[in-house]
């Protein structure tokens, strides 16, 4: 074998390994977190029963289907309430994979719903678990790390308006002796948004979410869904910032969505993102957008469910 190409390709394999490793140490929830126009639990535990009702809500997502072993990952939630409203349970799961490593994890929140007003409550949540990751810890024989995952999150809402400030992880996090708070993403949220008949058959849902993280510029989404009958939805969103404040790193990008009422119990979707793939993979042409399918199911619904 030709010396050059060989050491072209180890010196790949080893890029490939320690992008692989630090990038498992934040995607894992990274993955949950994007969800969080379909099920805001994801990123604030006081949305945890604001809806009243049992629901569950799975995901499929694949990046870059023309790549092969490109990242995929399959999430599930489920939250209700119990004591007539008064407290919010939730659970959510994501297993995710990339490239040669797969990452795991679980938790589960709990919120208070207390009225404010006549019009307003008030949801104060907290939620707690572990995330399974296979970084070598060099000073240890183990091949995977689990980590604990802690976050608080309150949630103000009214028919027609919401407001949500949470953290969803508040740890510091090491791996032996070394920190890895550096990839080990904390974000601060602040989210709004809210729900108007347009008229008897349209209703518009506009949200926007500012995203706050250490050494990274400020984040902000907005965007807005329209659903006509109850039936039918479609909506775009708009990423922009949120590029590590030390280089530039263009991460801003479209996400458009399709969703149908199929029945009384069931919801689907498909979503799909502009975003680019990681520098690893920036050699490979053809599209590398993210693909999303998504399965709701909500066994005793009480109405027509907005978020």
Same mark, same amino acid.
């Given at each position: 074998m030709n010396t050059h190409h060989f050491l072209i390709k180890v010196n790949f394999f080893?890029?490939?390994?320690?992008?692989?490793?630090?990038?498992?140490?934040?995607?894992?929830?990274?993955?949950?977190?994007?969800?969080?126009?379909?099920?805001?639990?994801?990123?604030?535990?006081?949305?945890?029963?604001?809806?009243?009702?049992?629901?569950?809500?799975?995901?499929?997502?694949?990046?870059?289907?023309n790549i092969q072993n490109?990242?995929?990952?399959?999430?599930?939630?489920?939250?209700?309430?119990?004591?007539?409203?008064?407290?919010?349970?939730?659970?959510?799961?994501l297993n995710d994979q990339t490239s040669f490593f797969t990452t795991?994890?679980?938790?589960?929140?709990?919120?208070?719903?207390?009225?404010?007003?006549?019009?307003?409550?008030l949801g104060l949540g907290a939620q707690g678990g572990i995330n399974v990751l296979p970084v070598v810890d060099l000073t240890s024989p183990r091949n995977n790390t689990v980590l604990g995952s802690f976050g608080l999150g309150a949630w103000l809402r009214s028919d027609r308006l919401y407001f949500g400030l949470s953290k969803p992880e508040l740890l510091t996090q090491n791996f032996g002796n070394q920190a890895i708070t550096s990839v080990y993403r904390r974000p601060l949220y602040i989210m709004a948004g809210g729900s108007y008949?347009?008229?008897?058959d349209i209703m518009l849902l506009p949200h926007i979410l500012f995203v706050q993280e250490k050494d990274h510029e400020l984040r902000f989404d907005f965007g807005s869904r329209f659903w006509f009958n109850e039936k039918v939805g479609v909506g775009a969103?708009? *990423?922009? /910032?949120?590029? &590590?404040?030390?280089?530039? =790193?263009?991460?801003? @990008?479209?996400?458009? $969505?399709?969703?149908?009422?199929?029945?009384?119990?069931? *919801?689907? /979707?498909?979503? &799909?993102?502009?975003?680019? =793939?990681?520098?690893? @993979?920036?050699?490979? $042409?053809?599209?590398?957008?993210?693909?999303?399918?998504?399965?709701?199911?909500?066994?005793?619904?009480?109405?027509?469910?907005?978020?």
């Open positions: 080893l890029l490939l390994f320690f992008f692989a490793s630090s990038q498992t140490v934040f995607a894992q929830r990274e993955v949950l977190y994007e969800q969080y126009v379909q099920s805001p639990m994801t990123i604030n535990p006081g949305f945890t029963g604001v809806r009243e009702t049992f629901n569950m809500t799975a995901m499929f997502r694949r990046k870059w289907f490109s990242p995929s990952s399959q999430t599930f939630t489920a939250d209700g309430t119990v004591a007539n409203g008064k407290f919010g349970i939730g659970f959510m799961a795991t994890g679980f938790s589960g929140s709990f919120a208070y719903h207390l009225a404010v007003s006549d019009e307003w409550k008949e347009l008229n008897d969103s708009y *990423r922009a /910032g949120g590029g &590590y404040k030390s280089f530039s =790193a263009k991460v801003d @990008y479209l996400q458009v $969505s399709a969703e149908v009422q199929a029945g009384k119990n069931i *919801r689907l /979707g498909y979503f &799909y993102s502009t975003r680019q =793939a990681e520098q690893i @993979y920036a050699s490979y $042409s053809g599209p590398k957008g993210i693909h999303e399918l998504m399965l709701k199911f909500v066994p005793s619904p009480n109405g027509f469910q907005k978020y």
